[in-house]
């Protein structure tokens, strides 16, 4: 689980059609049992043929440049001991924590080593999406099934949609993680690059062990922090995890139960509205008011009717009045999707767009859905390079891109549109070759 939102104001930059990876300097020494992919990358290059998790975008380098730790790691225990202490956490438990609380210097060289690509949403998808994913979830809910019933009963929340973060997680519990979770939060926690956000889940941390879920020698997880099966960071897996096969403990490592309620009650906190829709894959038509295939545009699904939008097999659309976005992850020629109100969720588990629509879509294949349209002729993409020097365009034509990152984020998406109106072009925000030579064109020509 992701929630870079309180992490970095640069991940809402990442959006459809573009997914950012980023990658630990550790892996360039590839270790005999290599570290499970975490949400930065794929610490290993075996693991990278077969990525299996989410990955989130890496600190900007603005903040990694401007940031310097001062003073030592023993004043900032000391100091964060004390807090802790008057945070209700128990000296017995501080002294069960103790020898784990240490600085580790490999944790900052993997978080600081990131290196930043992108990646097309077709290409994301296709791999973490994968027909592993897709037959895993399935035979899942099958096996667990009273389970999976009993906890829709009673948070709302259906398997399909559980079972595609499990399996985008940790394919199903299969790699959870094998660093040592107190010494990663006492690192990150120390350092000055996001030492709020991580005092905070080093105190969840040691809550969770006072309340006798884990011991500190159980910890273990990705090399940030997160635990479980659907790798929880330890301020939800204490706030919102279940002890649902009633054995005292919230176990979300090892547990099947605990982890499917655990991650069912979190989603419904975050709004799920049962027996809804989340997503559907359409055909859109050769025209259509394009500008209105925005994520924040709503319509009623009889409009999209009208407009001549269908289902994926090609049937109408149910024409009613259930409010729907449609989402063109890689612009008019794409893959195209109707999404509603449930669809909300999915950027609030992780904000960046293409892991959100990757995550949906493999829960309405889970579901029963079938294979994702490949797009039609002409689907063409821009590399990291390119969004930048399109980036730079738009500033000389004078829009407020944010940062010239490579990152087709919102901000560059709202300019994509803009100039596409502009321009007489189809303006589905999805940034082109053809757009980019049209750019540059223009600016030969001043
Ligand atoms: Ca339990």
Not at 257 to 265: E, K, L, Q, Y
Not at 402 to 410: L, Q, R
Request: net charge positive; glycine share 8%; hydrophobic share 40%.
């Amino acid at each position: 689980m992701k929630h870079w939102k309180y992490l970095l104001a640069a991940a809402f930059l990442v959006a459809a059609g573009t997914f950012v990876l980023a990658q630990g300097a550790s892996e360039q020494k590839p270790k005999p049992k290599p570290a499970p992919a975490n949400m930065f990358g794929f610490p290993s290059p075996e693991l990278r043929q077969k990525p299996k998790t989410a990955v989130a975008p890496a600190p900007t380098p603005s903040v990694t440049a401007t940031c310097r730790n001062t003073g030592s790691f023993d004043r900032w225990l000391a100091d964060f001991k004390r807090e802790a202490l008057e945070q209700g956490i128990s000296q017995r438990t501080l002294n069960a924590a103790g020898s784990q609380l240490t600085y580790e210097q490999s944790i900052i060289n993997r978080d600081r080593g990131q290196r930043v690509f992108s990646q097309g949403f077709l290409q994301f998808s296709d791999r973490m999406a994968a027909g592993h994913r897709i037959k895993g979830g399935q035979a899942q809910i099958q096996k667990h099934a009273a389970l999976f019933k009993r906890v829709e009963e009673q948070y709302g929340v259906p398997g399909p949609v559980i079972a595609s973060f499990w399996g985008l997680e940790t394919d199903f519990g299969g790699n959870i993680g094998n660093i040592t979770t107190l010494p990663s939060l006492a690192t990150l926690a120390y350092d000055c690059r996001r030492s709020d956000l991580f005092r905070k889940e080093l105190l969840s941390a040691l809550k969770i062990i006072q309340r006798g879920d884990l011991t500190p020698d159980q910890m273990i997880g990705s090399w940030a922090g997160e635990l479980g099966q659907t790798q929880f960071l330890p301020a939800h897996y204490y706030d919102y995890g279940v002890d649902f096969d009633g054995d005292g403990k919230i176990n979300l490592l090892r547990s099947t139960p605990d982890v499917i309620a655990s991650t069912a009650n979190y989603i419904r906190s975050l709004g799920w509205k049962q027996h809804e829709p989340w997503m559907h894959e359409v055909r859109v038509p050769a025209r259509l008011p394009w500008d209105q295939a925005d994520i924040a545009i709503k319509h009623p699904r009889s409009q999209w009717a009208a407009w001549g939008v269908r289902q994926a097999n090609g049937q109408p659309l149910d024409a009613d009045e259930k409010p729907a976005s449609l989402l063109l992850p890689m612009g008019r020629l794409g893959p195209a999707f109707l999404v509603y109100e449930n669809f909300g969720i999915f950027p609030q588990w992780n904000n960046s767009l293409t892991y959100s629509t990757t995550a949906a879509f493999l829960a309405t294949r889970i579901a029963g859905a079938g294979p994702m349209s490949r797009g039609k002729e002409g689907l063409e993409s821009l590399s990291f390079e390119e969004i930048r020097e399109l980036q730079r365009l738009l500033v000389k034509r004078g829009y407020d891109v944010g940062k010239i990152d490579g990152i087709p984020g919102a901000a560059t998406r709202a300019a994509v549109k803009d100039v596409q109106m502009q321009l007489k072009m189809p303006a589905d925000s999805y940034p082109t070759p053809d757009l980019l030579n049209r750019l540059r064109g223009r600016q030969e020509a001043r």
